[in-house]
């Protein structure tokens, strides 16, 4: 650092990348000058492909105008790429940034200029990105990000490109002031937790976008052998035509998803650095570099897609704050801790990330009771049984026998396999308080079991809707700032929450219930909970009463009780 240089003026880019930049005083640098370059390659490699394609095209319906239409496009891409090139020249000499010792600064804009600022104190990711081109040069792009759900824009700042030395520093220094500004945490030893095996390959194929991948494999050959093969295909059967076209989508779904998975988790490491960071790299052709400070991890989640469920496997996601959340591959990204492995292998990971013996998500919960069996089984029903009577009543007022066959067909296949998944689904609901760690588990298609610390538990949400009215059930929420913003307990006895919810957070709920905080319990004692009049549910009393009578009992309790109150306010008055 220069004498008298301002805080983060020691914390430019290499020389080498800012070459034709005069030095800024004030700690101001520029983004590599070999962004230029790369964004020549990327638009060269799209047009070429693009316009390739059109001149094919053409050239094999009017083969006479291949020639003119090859020249109009090789103008047109030059003009972009030129275009391209200009572009990225002006932004490369509009850009600049900083890293000062409380902020990260970025100026960017070539007709309307942008000045942005973060504080170090909100920073919560520092990701590191190459794709093939980037990589080619030596450059990365370096995403700063606060992991604020909405706003994501605005919530980051990306710097690209960056030389790849570079990047590291700059990841280092944000991670150490990061951690400096919530003083420093203690955890395990560092060292690796788990890195690539090869055998989990096989997990790729068996996710919900196998069939999609099929599906657009399917479509980009029929478009490719419509004329050589669409007669010989034409003359087969329905039935052989139809048993083809599922083959074609399973085998090229399974190839596919085989595919993206080995490039997205080829190279995968999970590593603790020192100061208790999770640091999870991987990528082939785009390398990513993922950072998760330790202290702003609440839990874990397991989650188990049917297929890969069946197969033994499961995947481990990170519960924590400042994640961005959803299903898109960009909070996916960040979140995952472990791609598809076997299950025990993920409770392994799973235990060492939180630090504990052994993981929560292993430990064994307690069933829902039977009345959420018999909504999720109403629920197949509804599914099933309206577009089968909605066939039957089109096919006898048409006529149409294929119609009916439908419906006899979508009645035998539907209702077994909505009954199997309903008892399925109903089966994979639990939860329990294991340790210091609220568990829920629920899902059968995406089977979800999530192990939440309970300090991370800032309160609770409880909603009952009217069918679950009848039967004494509701929905238990609890709310966390980590993650997607509450885990809920599905279908649980309006008495099993209460016990849940004061089992596990005492002082967060005593104050609402009417004998006060919840004592601890000693481990197989069965909780009691308070119900209004002063009595107390004994052990074992819930087993074998109706849920519904349980729920009538307590409110005709609470009129009886609020009756005495305004009989006795009443006869107080003068």
Do not use: K, N
């Not at 998975?261 to 999970?270: P, V």
């Not at 069996?373 to 029903?381: D, F, T, V, Y």
């Not at 700032?481 to 209460?498: I, T, Y």
């Amino acid at each position: 650092m220069r004498p008298g240089a301002p805080p983060g003026a020691g914390l430019t880019a290499d020389p080498a990348g800012t070459a034709g930049l005069e030095p800024d005083p004030a700690g101001w640098t520029g983004l590599d000058q070999r962004g230029v370059p790369v964004a020549g390659v990327l638009t060269t490699v799209a047009v070429a492909v693009l316009g390739a394609s059109a001149v094919v095209a053409v050239a094999a319906r009017e083969p006479e105008l291949a020639g003119p239409v090859a020249l109009w496009t090789l103008a047109i891409a030059l003009l972009l790429v030129g275009l391209a090139v200009a572009t990225a020249y002006a932004r490369w000499r509009c850009s600049r940034y900083r890293v000062t010792a409380d902020r990260v600064e970025l100026r960017t804009g070539v007709i309307v200029r942008r000045a942005r600022s973060m504080a170090i104190e909100r920073v919560r990711t520092v990701d590191v990105t190459a794709g093939p081109v980037l990589r080619a040069f030596g450059l990365v792009t370096l995403r700063v990000g606060t992991g604020q759900q909405r706003g994501r824009g605005e919530a980051t700042l990306r710097l690209r490109p960056v030389e790849r030395m570079e990047a590291d520093r700059l990841r280092t220094v944000l991670l150490d002031r990061m951690r400096s500004a919530g003083g420093p945490p203690a955890g395990p030893a560092d060292g690796r937790i788990a890195e690539l095996d090869p055998r989990w390959l096989r997990y790729g194929p068996l996710t919900a976008a196998t069939p999609l991948f099929g599906v657009a494999v399917l479509t980009l050959l029929l478009a490719l052998v419509d004329r050589p093969l669409g007669g010989p295909l034409r003359d087969l059967p329905p039935a052989a035509r139809i048993g083809l076209a599922l083959i074609a989508i399973l085998l090229g779904g399974a190839v596919v998803a085989f595919l993206v998975y080995a490039e997205t988790w080829s190279g995968f490491r999970l590593d603790r650095e020192p100061g208790s960071t999770l640091r999870v790299r991987r990528g082939v052709l785009t390398t990513r570099s993922i950072s998760l400070e330790e202290r702003r991890l609440t839990g874990v989640e397991l989650v188990e897609p049917l297929g890969v469920r069946l197969a033994g496997g499961a995947r481990v996601d990170a519960v924590a704050t400042g994640l961005l959340v959803g299903s898109g591959s960009e909070s996916t990204e960040h979140r995952t801790l472990l791609p598809t492995a076997p299950r025990r292998l993920a409770e392994r990971v799973a235990a060492l990330i939180l630090g504990e013996s052994r993981s929560p998500t292993a430990a064994a919960l307690r069933p829902h009771p039977p009345a959420a069996r018999g909504r999720r089984l109403r629920r197949a029903a509804l599914a099933v049984l309206p577009p089968v009577l909605a066939l039957l009543v089109a096919g006898v007022a048409t006529g149409a026998t294929w119609l009916l066959v439908v419906a006899g067909v979508l009645l035998v296949v539907g209702a077994p396999a909505g009954a199997a998944i309903a008892l399925d689904t109903y089966r994979g609901l639990g939860h329990a308080v294991v340790g210091g760690y609220l568990v829920v588990r629920a899902g059968s298609l995406r089977r979800s079991t999530v192990a939440l610390h309970l300090e991370g538990v800032i309160g609770w949400t409880v909603r009952q809707t009217v069918l679950q009215r009848r039967t004494g059930l509701v929905t238990l929420g609890a709310t966390t700032a980590a993650g997607r913003g509450a885990f809920h307990a599905h279908d649980v006895d309006g008495r099993e929450a209460l016990r849940l919810a004061g089992e596990a957070t005492p002082s967060l709920l005593g104050p609402f219930l009417a004998s006060g905080p919840v004592p601890a319990r000693a481990p197989g004692d069965q909780p009691r909970v308070a119900v209004p009049g002063g009595q107390q549910d004994e052990p074992g009393a819930e087993e074998g009463r109706d849920p519904g009578q349980a729920v009538e009992r307590e409110q005709v309790e609470q009129h009886e009780l609020a009756d005495r109150r305004h009989h006795q306010d009443r006869a107080r008055r003068p």
